[in-house]
């Protein structure tokens, strides 16, 4: 009933910068709280940025600064941008948006397939 789809991507140098883009699609009534997690190989996934519904943004601490996290309620998409990129940023990008579905009573947790980010040092 509901697609999380990323893009955007790809192989990048130390230094340089990414959009990643997620667009949900599907029976949406409303979408709440929207994310960005990350997982690298051998690691847990991890939270790198969110934000509510009325723009309240919060970020994990390597990444304040250099990353951005931001949203279209009208589109229903979440974008990340990633300036600075680093080594350890390498990973895999998930997106993850809290979707309340015609016809349902309660949202529930949707993620996407996923997009890698490799940094290259």
């Known amino acids: 009933q509901v697609q999380l789809v990323e893009s955007g991507g790809g192989l990048v140098q130390a230094g340089g910068s990414l959009r990643l883009s997620c667009a949900a699609s599907?029976?949406?009534?409303?979408?709440?709280?929207m994310g960005w997690f990350r997982q690298a190989p051998g690691k847990q996934r991890e939270l790198v940025a969110a934000?509510?519904?009325?723009?309240?943004?919060n970020y994990k601490d390597s990444v304040k600064g250099r990353f951005t996290i931001s949203r279209d309620n009208v589109k229903n998409m979440v974008y990340l941008q990633m300036n600075s990129l680093k080594s350890e940023d390498t990973a895999v990008y998930y997106c993850?948006?809290?979707?309340?579905?015609?016809?349902?009573?309660?949202?529930?947790?949707?993620w996407g397939q996923g997009t890698q980010v490799t940094v290259s040092s």
């Open positions: 934000i509510s519904r009325d723009g309240s943004r």
């Open positions: 599907g029976s949406i009534l409303k979408i709440n709280d």
């Open positions: 993850n948006a809290f979707i309340l579905v015609l016809g349902t009573y309660a949202a529930n947790d949707y």
